[in-house]
């Protein structure tokens, strides 16, 4: 089967825009001085690698101009949509300006987007630093824990992604993803709070209420009694869109406070309106953190990171020199401004909240009739289909979902890929997906989940 050439047997909602003619190298010239030149370690998607040259809102064009519905947004980045015109336009305007200053001066974007950043936070969360990257953005949060509470440890989940340098792969809690080097010291591992896969009995509350108590029995058994930080994302991404019960995560704070600690949300993936009911993940469970991270979609593809603290919390940083060459780049900045409007402005956030409400549903019924489909989990548009070849023994199917990925490639719909075994596919699209596209990716991913089991 060729993979490559889309056979569109559904059709996908018109969309107005023209790609512009490619002119630039064949999709083989680009593939072939890829695999020479660059690090074979960056793996692409599909067996025969999509080649991606234009981007408009929630849609991805290739080479040869084959139009496809992104509902993985370059992995979770681009909330707004593939080159928004007002962000594309701010862009311009700044890069046309002024391209850099770091932060050793004053600049009007670093502060106003700091401020915006602090109005939609809660009250003491009021303090902004700028780093280009998620795995940045942690490894700066962990130092500040550390430098705040005079503590080492930290307690972060199983199952759980904050990135690839070395405190944050340290974070990361996936072999997958983990070199046989040092990375981080000091950070421990608790029990994820997910009901599908735990190793407790019991209904989701009992499941999260025993997962916040294995914290307590790390910082006993593992730690000298006090920890720095508890470090969570609200929905784990990579780890294949899981969570625990509402109440897992307040339960999780107060033993962390109860030791010291301060309790750090990662939204690199949840934030800015994607869980459609609250603008950030943390939220969804009633929680205030300490430090709140993000990246990804506040730039929309711009590299763009945030630690946000309180103020007490931020002057720990102070009592050294600390610097970052890109910390507030002003390009990023005017991406990041124009993202925090166009969320407004388009209405995103209730926008994921209705598509994704739908999306769900569909997927829920999808459940009915596949057995491969072994739980549906998510809010808004941060969804996810976990496929197994049993539903009692929960095996993953990690082949099914690979196939279910190459065939709605075919189709012209884009998905992701995560958890342990690579066998829960990700939905998180641009914000900006519609109800007419979601309707079109349902039945692509129906007839998909028949093919792959064929
Ligand atoms: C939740 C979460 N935290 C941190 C990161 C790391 O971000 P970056 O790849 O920008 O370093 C990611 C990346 O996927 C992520 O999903």
């Not at 046989?180 to 209904?203: E, K």
Request: aromatic share 8%; glycine share 10%; hydrophobic share 40%.
């Amino acid at each position: 089967m060729n993979n490559h050439a889309p056979v569109m047997n559904q059709e996908m909602p018109p969309c107005a825009h023209k790609p512009r003619p490619y002119g630039g190298p064949t999709r083989d010239d680009v593939l072939a001085e890829r695999r020479q030149y660059y690090n074979p370690a960056a793996f692409t998607y599909y067996e025969e690698p999509l080649m991606i040259v234009e981007g408009f809102m929630q849609y991805l064009f290739d080479e040869a101009g084959r139009r496809y519905l992104d509902l993985i947004g370059g992995i979770v980045t681009i909330s707004c949509g593939h080159c928004h015109p007002s962000i594309v336009n701010r862009m311009q305007e700044q890069i046309a300006t002024l391209q850099h200053t770091t932060t050793i001066y004053l600049n009007p974007l670093q502060s106003e987007l700091a401020r915006r950043l602090a109005e939609k936070m809660p009250a003491d969360l009021n303090v902004t630093y700028f780093v280009n990257s998620g795995s940045e953005a942690n490894e700066l949060a962990v130092n500040m824990a550390r430098a705040y509470t005079g503590h080492t440890d930290i307690v972060a989940l199983r199952n759980a992604y904050h990135g690839t340098s070395s405190t944050s792969l340290g974070l990361t809690s996936l072999h997958t993803w983990k070199y046989p080097v040092p990375t981080g010291h000091s950070i421990h591992h608790a029990i994820c709070p997910d009901p599908y896969r735990s190793p407790f009995a019991g209904t989701p509350e009992e499941i999260a209420y025993k997962s916040a108590e294995d914290i307590r029995d790390l910082i006993q058994f593992s730690t000298p009694g006090n920890v720095a930080a508890f470090i969570v994302e609200p929905i784990q991404g990579v780890g294949g869109v899981t969570y625990g019960a509402p109440n897992y995560l307040k339960h999780a704070f107060e033993i962390t406070r109860e030791y010291g600690g301060l309790c750090i949300a990662d939204e690199v993936q949840t934030g800015f309106g994607r869980t459609g009911e609250r603008y950030w993940g943390f939220e969804n469970y009633h929680v205030v953190p300490d430090i709140v991270t993000t990246a990804k979609g506040i730039g929309n593809g711009a590299p763009l990171a945030a630690v946000t603290t309180t103020r007490d919390i931020a002057e720990a940083l102070t009592s050294r020199l600390h610097f970052n060459t890109f910390g507030g780049n002003p390009v990023s900045l005017a991406a990041g401004l124009g993202v925090l409007d166009v969320i407004e402005e388009d209405r995103l956030q209730e926008n994921a909240r209705a598509v994704g409400k739908h999306f769900k549903a569909g997927m829920e019924s999808l459940r009915k009739s596949h057995q491969l489909i072994g739980d549906v989990r998510g809010i808004g548009l941060m969804l996810g289909l976990e496929l197994v070849t049993d539903r009692s023994t929960k095996e993953p199917a990690a082949a099914a979902a690979g196939a279910v990925m190459e065939i709605a490639k075919r189709e012209g719909v884009l998905l992701g890929r995560g958890g342990l075994a690579g066998n829960v596919l990700r939905i998180k699209p641009p914000l900006c997906v519609t109800i007419a596209d979601v309707d079109f990716a349902l039945s692509v991913l129906d007839s998909a989940l028949t093919e792959a089991v064929r």
